[in-house]
């Protein structure tokens, strides 16, 4: 077709990212107005390719949005934000806040919402490493770590014995803010906007009604790529990141984002 355009989009294998555009790898619904190549990584490499203004549509970790947003531009469905938990901050009995000072924590990677929150609610003096969130559980039975950052609590499947829930950071940041957790988003190539971003927005909206249909073939999809995580703990995740910010970013979504950006501006 003459002067048809091509997109690159890139996501991650997550379950909320799987039921998201589940669908549309399927085959099952596709962008009329271009073509789509698209791209699954991990959401560190997005992130980093994201800095780099690689794909022309992404997912990336909200927390870095203020420093791409010259270049991009929010997309409205998609993103993962928490309105009823947050990260959660697990660490070895007897330890508290206050006597955190000089433990080392493992946490998801440095531009994810669980690490950029937890630098903000911590003393100073804690050592902060990071590790992809299913290599973390494996690496607290080391014994070498003193707890650790989780994104959501689906992922305290497998910890060792002696380990506690010291603090849900999602209370914590809403106390601060009033706001959800803002943990994942889509973006856009400014210049693609606004031929491009409604269509996008729509063939989300599309996929995601296909999927919560109880579409067969969507759940396996979902299922293989979550093979880590047992069923109640796939409903877990998707009934945290898939809400009505999902659906519609909004005014309050875009909002969190930003405060998350100033947040994570002033830890640095």
């Not at 991650?12 to 190549?37: F, I, R, Y």
């Not at 690689?54 to 791409?68: F, H, L, P």
């Not at 992809?132 to 305290?156: K, N, T």
């Not at 601060?176 to 803002?182: A, F, M, N, R, W």
Request: hydrophobic share 45%.
């Amino acid at each position: 077709m003459k002067n048809f355009t091509r997109l690159t989009l890139a996501t991650t294998d997550s379950p909320q990212d799987c039921q998201l555009l589940g669908a549309v790898m399927l085959g099952k619904v596709n962008l009329h107005a271009a073509e789509l190549t698209v791209t699954v990584a991990d959401i560190e490499e997005l992130d980093r390719a994201a800095l780099k203004g690689r794909y022309d549509v992404s997912k990336v970790s909200c927390a870095i949005y203020s420093r791409i947003q010259r270049d991009y531009e929010l997309l409205d469905t998609g993103a993962a934000l928490d309105d009823r938990q947050g990260p959660l901050v697990i660490a070895r009995d007897g330890l508290t806040r206050a006597t955190l000072r000089g433990a080392r924590l493992l946490a998801p990677g440095p531009a994810t919402a669980a690490a950029e929150l937890f630098k903000r609610w911590a003393p100073p003096g804690v050592t902060l490493e990071h590790r992809r969130s299913e290599e973390i559980a494996p690496a607290l039975a080391s014994g070498e770590f003193d707890g650790a950052v989780v994104a959501h609590a689906g992922h305290c499947q497998g910890f060792s014995q002696g380990l506690r829930v010291l603090a849900d950071l999602g209370d914590w940041w809403r106390a601060e803010t009033g706001l959800p957790v803002p943990v994942g988003c889509y973006v856009i190539r400014r210049h693609l906007h606004e031929r491009f971003a409604e269509h996008l927005e729509q063939l989300m909206r599309c996929a995601l009604r296909l999927a919560e249909k109880g579409d067969e073939e969507i759940a396996g999809y979902v299922h293989a790529h979550a093979a880590t995580m047992d069923d109640d703990a796939i409903r877990q995740y998707l009934a945290l990141h898939i809400n009505s910010f999902t659906r519609n970013l909004g005014r309050r979504g875009r909002q969190a984002i930003a405060a998350l950006g100033e947040a994570a501006g002033g830890a640095a």
